[in-house]
DNA sequence: ATGAAAGCGCTAACAT
DNA sequence: ATGTTAGCGCTTTCAT
């Protein structure tokens, strides 16, 4: 079923067939109307590839994120293409595996066969992802980049709010179990603690980088006890649970003997026991904001021609759930009247 | 940077260019290293979407869920897609909402730009499918349909050693907390149960289809209770952990009151408290195998012509993990010596 | 072993 | 408002 067989039995020529579909409005109704009729009739589907060729566009865009097994991508994940398709998009999916080597070889591969990308927690350098941006719409997710659309959550405002929490619980001195190196949100939370920390006049212990994995947590606990904090903020809830699993196997109790608090607000994280505190960030919206950014975009030319990026850039609001995971400190626990 | 650039660069033909990257054998070896240097140095790639459509495959294929937030997907998903990038694939991703409705719009998107089909869990009618193999590659994953290519687990036998565990443990009256409607999986787990509760005489208790969130499993717990088992099997482990929070809420011990065994061992199955038993089920390696078994498929063609599906059809070991969320019965605990 | 030429199915000027 | 025509970039007979 091509074009020319619709245009044969509607009795008109190519051009009509194909303007009742992709220009309709320069067709008379009528006319419009009969060929759509036929061509459904016939099953006629129009060919992608074939309008790929003669327009340049694809109809296509890829999605990029470190770990789809990373339980903070799948909302994201779920919203970006729920949203492509309402928009008539087919969405690639990669995996970069944390690695900016391999996310770079798969952009590469990628951006030769879609209208534009949407990154997640990209790892490259700021100058590749110009580059890129420079030749087709490009928005990021939990990464910001100087003139590129992105789309953010306030993690200062986050981590503020962790320690404003911790801090009014009588914490004094709080650790921070750090997240992946080259990740931007992990930059902007330590530099949000360290702001809040001076805010509040908390002290801050500072327990290095690590891949957000539950393990990691696990491994992490150890450097919690070993710091004599009596309050730490991790990196992402995955890690939390892993953080306070160790803890308990170490019978050290959450909140009394160490709060925690965790972020993302993954499904799990008011499930687990105790219920954990984090910071919830909406990455549903997230990611139909992100696409909703892409698809608005002019395609064919740099994501940065038409509206300054910096515009179109969006930060989110995040909210710290208190939940059973913080308590305040055995010394500042309110008498009982 | 078109063929025909690479072409008056090389001073050869665009038809040798072409087979330099194409069919490379036609080719003096020199001549095609020349070509290929050429056309390394002035950065081109060959266009897909114009490959495609002198050739009618895409380098693409569909991979369909019903639902990536669901913690069982995501390693088969992140498997099946680097296994296609390993093989210069591109692999659409599309989300069914477990909705049959969804998922056949979404088939019929896709089925005009890939070159094959990868469907996890599919909840269409069996014909739907048989037609779509017809026209193309399919291969199908936790669902079997008779003359397709499909990569399963051993479902049976699955349950059969859930049951033997618990019938071990001294557990007569066995409840089954069911899957979604329409699951092909649950339908084998459900045939599973009741053989195996035959073969070690205990008594099965049917609590009903569930969708499989943590939320139906916290609604399930007090089905659980009612039906006075002291031993369940749940769907998934997302569903287990569902049962265990609210069986802690409503102060039920497990394993001590009621044992709980789940299905696929997620992430999340080990580090629970307690640590949950539950059948598992490898999703990496059937992600691989899956896409290896698509990959294999002659494109262009129906998925049934070439080798008789029934033999391209894998069945998955899997294994009970006995952790601490199943123990004996009060009645039949071995008293201390 | 390589070249010439005819499309693949569609869109987009350019006519009319 | 609709038809004509010339490609989009590549592959693939068919020649040589």
């Given at each position: 079923m091509t074009i020319t067989d619709v245009a044969l039995a509607a009795g008109v020529s190519e051009s009509t067939v194909s303007r009742s579909f992709s220009s309709p409005d320069l067709l008379h109704p009528e006319t419009r109307l009969r060929v759509l009729d036929v061509a459904r009739?016939?099953?006629?589907?129009?060919?992608r590839q074939a309008r790929s060729l003669a327009t340049g566009t694809t109809g296509t865009f890829g999605l990029v994120v470190p770990d789809v097994m990373n339980?903070?991508?799948?909302?994201?994940?779920?919203?970006?293409?729920?949203?492509?398709?309402?928009?008539?998009?087919?969405?690639?999916?990669?995996?970069?595996?944390?690695?900016?080597?391999?996310?770079?070889?798969?952009?590469?591969?990628?951006?030769?066969?879609?209208?534009?990308?949407?990154?997640?927690?990209?790892r490259v350098p700021d100058a590749y992802l110009l580059e890129l941006a420079d030749e087709m719409p490009v928005v990021l997710f939990n990464r910001a980049v100087p003139g590129l659309a992105s789309v953010l959550f306030d993690e200062a405002n986050g981590m503020r709010q962790a320690v404003?929490?911790?801090?009014?619980?009588?914490?004094?001195?709080?650790?921070?179990?750090g997240g992946p190196v080259q990740s931007w949100a992990d930059e902007r939370r330590r530099a949000g603690?360290?702001?809040?920390?001076?805010?509040?006049?908390?002290?801050?212990?500072?327990?290095?980088?690590?891949?957000?994995?539950?393990?990691?947590?696990?491994?992490?606990?150890?450097?919690?006890?070993?710091?004599?904090?009596?309050?730490?903020?991790?990196?992402?809830?995955?890690?939390?649970?892993?953080?306070?699993?160790?803890?308990?196997?170490?019978?050290?109790?959450?909140?009394?003997?160490?709060?925690?608090?965790?972020?993302?607000?993954?499904?799990?994280?008011?499930?687990?026991?105790?219920s954990l505190t984090t910071v919830d960030v909406k990455c549903g919206p997230a990611g139909r904001a992100a696409t909703d950014l892409l698809l608005g975009m002019p395609v064919g030319g740099p994501s940065t021609q038409t509206a300054p990026?910096?515009?179109?850039?969006?930060?989110?609001?995040?909210?710290?759930?208190?939940?059973?995971?913080?308590?305040?400190?055995?010394?500042?626990?309110?008498?009982?009247?």
């Open positions: 009739r016939m099953e006629y589907v129009p060919n339980p903070f991508f799948p909302p994201f994940i779920k919203a970006a293409q729920a949203r492509a398709r309402e928009n008539d998009r087919d969405v690639f999916l990669a995996d970069s595996d944390e690695d900016p080597l391999v996310e770079s070889l798969v952009l590469k591969r990628l951006s030769k066969r879609v209208d534009g990308l949407l990154l997640c927690a990209s404003e929490h911790l801090a009014a619980l009588g914490h004094q001195r709080i650790g921070y179990v603690l360290r702001d809040a920390a001076e805010e509040f006049t908390v002290s801050l212990v500072d327990l290095g980088p690590h891949v957000p994995t539950w393990e990691a947590g696990v491994q992490a606990a150890d450097k919690v006890l070993a710091a004599s904090v009596t309050a730490v903020v991790v990196f992402d809830d995955t890690m939390a649970i892993g953080v306070m699993s160790r803890l308990a196997a170490r019978g050290v109790r959450v909140p009394e003997d160490v709060s925690v608090v965790g972020h993302d607000n993954i499904a799990m994280a008011p499930m687990w026991h105790p990026a910096a515009e179109s850039s969006l930060v989110l609001p995040v909210q710290l759930m208190i939940r059973d995971s913080t308590g305040p400190t055995e010394e500042s626990r309110t008498p009982r009247r």
